[in-house]
């Protein structure tokens, strides 16, 4: 707890010193820079610390006329500035020294010339690796993120959502990806939607998200600090934004859902009369799929995630592998199948996207759709890439990144069966009634993606 408070000043620290940097080039300039942020480096008094930086922080919002979303939050703040009297630690700490170092290590960064995630790298790295494992939450690679959004987000103005935002990669990916296609800052901001579950990582989103572009006004994102089985399309939430009259409420459809589900087992889950009850009461169409005991969260994510989505949306996921040989992968597949047409399922046999994790993922790109016959007729691509992402998708500071990305996709989704290509191996299944699953009823432990390629 003690890591995340102090990881959570720190964030301030650097979206401070962003606005330093970016304030007189904004469209939209401040009326007076921010001060220079100092501390005082000989104090012991924890609270002295905690009154600068507050001061410090008000003043940001004062003169920006802003960012009250990413500076106000104050998850596990109050443990790191906490004071018992009479002790002799506290006598002898040098509190101030501490926070002084941290201060110029921030300050010697050109953080706006970063164009990467760095703060969600930066969570990844901080948290420990146990906690990590309890939340299901793991870093996504860009390369993966960027996949995932560029096929999920098609025109400017669509709505997205991300139901477990984590570090808020895909946020921001989403962000990026409309200001691309030509939608505007505020534009971008307002129909980027995000949910998380700890507050911690609410704050992470809510920060990675306002510091897209910080040269831009108006940095008030739609993250919401709750359980994604809470909501309903059309639900009015407790967020209030300035200059939006009255609490937001959640898009009745969104165009895109995309995102890393936690992978945690269902039967360690602590919310699972919450899921059953959101489930139980979906909207007309959505039928609740006969998993067992042994399914993974994501699973439940999809279910839910569906009421949420317009005909002809997507929903772009990062799953476990072993939607595609498990016993709860079966009733899934059918659900899916069911709602969507499967438009590629995507693994790698020379690179693992999550080596922390506990089990191989697989990338989902579905496209919602409610015509029966449009379903039955599609046709399913199973594709095992032969090459790491990085050498098919050039870094994120290229500037061809976008276009790339676009050439890879489109690849993907026309392929005809192929061995012979030496990027990727593709095997293509009529969906059928069943999602393509004649591939796997007979037998769950048969990998649908393995022709003549043994799975790792």
């Not at 040989?325 to 199948?337: A, E, Q, V, W």
Request: aromatic share 8%; hydrophobic share 40%.
């Amino acid at each position: 707890m003690l890591r995340f408070g102090a990881f959570v000043v720190t964030q301030k620290l650097v979206l401070y010193r962003v606005l330093e940097e970016s304030g007189p080039k904004r469209s939209k300039p401040f009326t007076f820079n921010l001060d220079p942020l100092e501390l005082p480096r000989a104090s012991t008094d924890p609270k002295a610390i905690h009154g600068a930086l507050q001061q410090a922080f008000s003043l940001a919002i004062k003169r920006s006329h802003d960012y009250e979303t990413a500076f106000q939050p104050q998850p596990f703040v109050d443990l790191i500035f906490s004071d018992p009297e009479g002790t002799e630690e506290t006598r002898d700490c040098r509190v101030g020294d501490a926070w002084h170092n941290l201060l110029d290590a921030v300050k010697n960064v050109s953080w706006i010339s970063i164009k990467q995630n760095i703060v969600g790298l930066l969570y990844e790295i901080i948290v420990e690796e146990r906690f990590r494992h309890q939340l299901g939450q793991f870093y996504t690679p860009e390369d993966v993120v960027g996949l995932l959004t560029t096929f999920a987000i098609r025109k400017p103005g669509e709505l997205v959502l991300d139901p477990a935002t984590g570090g808020g990669s895909f946020l921001r990916s989403a962000y990026t990806r409309k200001r691309a296609l030509g939608e505007t800052h505020a534009s971008a901001l307002e129909t980027t939607w995000g949910c998380e579950i700890t507050s911690f990582a609410a704050e992470l989103s809510t920060v990675t998200l306002a510091t897209s572009d910080t040269q831009e006004p108006a940095a008030y994102p739609r993250v919401l600090l709750r359980d994604f089985f809470d909501l309903r399309p059309g639900l009015e939430t407790d967020l209030e934004i300035p200059g939006v009259l009255g609490k937001l409420k959640v898009p009745v459809a969104f165009d895109a859902v995309i995102g890393n589900p936690p992978y945690i087992s269902y039967r360690r889950l602590n919310n699972q009369d919450k899921i059953i009850n959101a489930l139980m009461t979906a909207g007309d169409g959505i039928s609740l799929p006969k998993f067992t005991g042994k399914s993974d969260a994501y699973v439940w994510f999809i279910v839910h995630a569906t009421q949420f989505i317009r005909n002809g949306g997507r929903l772009s996921f990062v799953v476990s592998s072993a939607i595609l040989f498990s016993d709860y992968g079966i009733p899934l597949i059918r659900f899916i199948g069911y709602h969507y047409r499967i438009k590629a399922v995507i693994d790698s046999m020379v690179e693992r996207w999550f080596p922390d994790a506990d089990t191989n993922t697989v990338l989902l790109l579905l496209e919602r759709e409610e015509n029966r016959d449009a379903r039955v007729q599609n046709d399913v691509r199973f594709v095992r890439l032969r090459r790491p992402l990085a050498q098919l998708i050039p870094d994120p500071s290229a500037l061809n990144r976008r276009d790339q990305i676009e050439e890879l996709l489109e690849i993907i989704l026309n392929a005809g069966a192929s061995e012979d290509d030496p990027r990727m191996q593709v095997n293509v299944v009529r969906q059928g009634d069943n999602g393509g699953l004649t591939l796997g009823v007979d037998d769950p432990g048969k990998n649908p993606l393995d022709e003549d390629e043994e799975q790792e």
